[in-house]
Every structure is written in C-alpha cells, then in structure tokens.
Antibody, heavy 118, light 110 residues
Framework: EVHLVESGGGLVKPGGSLRLSCAAS????????MNWVRQAPGKGLEWVSC????????YYADSVKGRFTISRDNAQNSLYLQMNSLRAEDTAVYFC???????????WGQGTLVAVSS | QSVVTQPPSASGTSGQRVTISCSGS????????VIWYQQLPGTAPKLLIH???QRPSGVPDRFSGSKSGTSASLAISGLQSEDEADYYC???????????FGGGTKLTVL
C-alpha cells in the first residue's frame, strides 16, 4: 500500500528556514515524479514545486522561486523541501503528492503544518 | 487570484445532477489535460478525474469530466450527501512552467 508521510513542519519566525521531508513507501519511489502542494488556512490548494523521477525536471511556483528548493533521495525513498526566507504568507499545510503517469496526483500525504509568525 | 477560475460555490439536492465549471486559457486548459480533485473536510485531496475525463479505479461513475477549448467541467449525477466537499480543477501551464489549481468550488448538498 502506498504511503506518504510528511514531517518537519512547525512554527518559525519570518526570515527563518525549515526543511520538510516526505517519506514514501509501498511503491518504486524512483519511478515517479513528486510534488509539493500547500493549503493556507481556509484557502484553496496551491502547487509549490515538482521534481522528476531522477531528480531533474524541477519547477517552482513563482511565489516560492529563489527561496524554496526541492530535492529527493531515491535511495532513501524521500522527498524534501528546503524553505528559506520564510514569510507569513507561507503559512500553510504542506502536502507531498505522487504524480501518476497521467499527471494526476494519485497519492497524497496527510500534510504538515508550517506556521510563520513572530 | 488564480489563472484558472472556478465558481466559489455550488449546490444541489440529493439525487440531482450538478456541474462545476473550470475556465482557463490557451496556456493551461487549452493545451494540457485537466485534473479534478475532491477534498473532504479535514482530509487530503483525492484524485477524482485525470486526462480530462478518466476516472481512477474506485471513483464512482457518477463523476464525469469534460473539456472544450479553454474550459472544463465536472459533473456529478445522483448527488449524495457524502459528495459535500471542495472540488478543484488543475492543469499544467506552459507559460508559468508550473501546475495551476483553480480556486476551488465548495459543493453543498441541500
């Protein structure tokens, strides 16, 4: 069974940094592109970033470009999101999601909350 | 303000058929496949429709998707109380080089 488990969220001050992790199991992690999607409290979904199965094909939303870095370790079946220069508007639940062959995000984690506040 | 537009709300009574629209542009819906997600309160989103109109296994055939030009629609027939959720459309955007989500539509079953 496919499982995605995010961790690393928490409370951080504006300008601070956090590193999110997503542990994957139940599938061949190295064969799938992976994505980060966030949802601010009471708001809609916002795509953040994606990374290809081999670690190339990296794209970012304009709102995080230059501040966030996506990476993966296929040997450890893990996806990461390094978040620097955090702002209040980055406050959200961050989900990792597997991208299926048809481009749909077919499996999602439960999310991890990032709160940016002084 | 999302580049893909959905109505903020929709409603229907049990058994009714409702549709949710999703309007984009030539750089997203017009040139890429549309995906639909369902998000029940307090849970992670669930893939509902991919490739414009394909249902993953396990999704009831009450849910159907369509696309025409730069717009897409999700139809739900035989509305049930458990369909009360937020629905999002999404597509890749060639100009932004990224995925875009619609703002979401909150469906209420009256």
């Amino acid at each position: 069974e496919v499982h995605l488990v995010e961790s690393g969220g928490g409370l951080v001050k504006p300008g601070g940094s956090l590193r999110l992790s997503c542990a994957a199991s139940g599938f061949t992690f190295s064969s799938y592109s992976m994505n980060w999607v966030r949802q601010a409290p009471g708001k809609g979904l916002e795509w953040v970033s994606c990374i290809g199965d081999g670690g190339s094909g990296i794209y970012y939303a304009d709102s995080v470009k230059g501040r966030f870095t996506i990476s993966r370790d296929n040997a450890q079946n893990s996806l990461y999101l390094q978040m620097n220069s955090l702002r209040a508007e980055d406050t959200a639940v961050y989900f990792c999601a597997r991208e299926g062959r048809d481009q749909g995000f077919d499996y999602w984690g439960q999310g991890t909350l990032v709160a940016v506040s002084s | 303000q999302s580049v893909v537009t959905q109505p903020p709300s929709a409603s229907g009574t049990s058994g009714q058929r409702v549709t949710i629209s999703c309007s984009g542009s030539s750089s997203n819906i017009g040139s890429n496949t549309v995906i639909w997600y369902q998000q029940l309160p307090g849970t992670a989103p669930k893939l509902l429709i991919h490739s414009n109109n394909q249902r993953p296994s396990g999704v009831p055939d009450r849910f159907s998707g369509s696309k025409s030009g730069t717009s897409a629609s999700l139809a739900i027939s035989g509305l049930q109380s458990e369909d009360e959720a937020d629905y999002y459309c999404a597509a890749w955007d060639d100009s932004l080089n990224g995925r875009v989500f619609g703002g979401g539509t909150k469906l209420t079953v009256l």
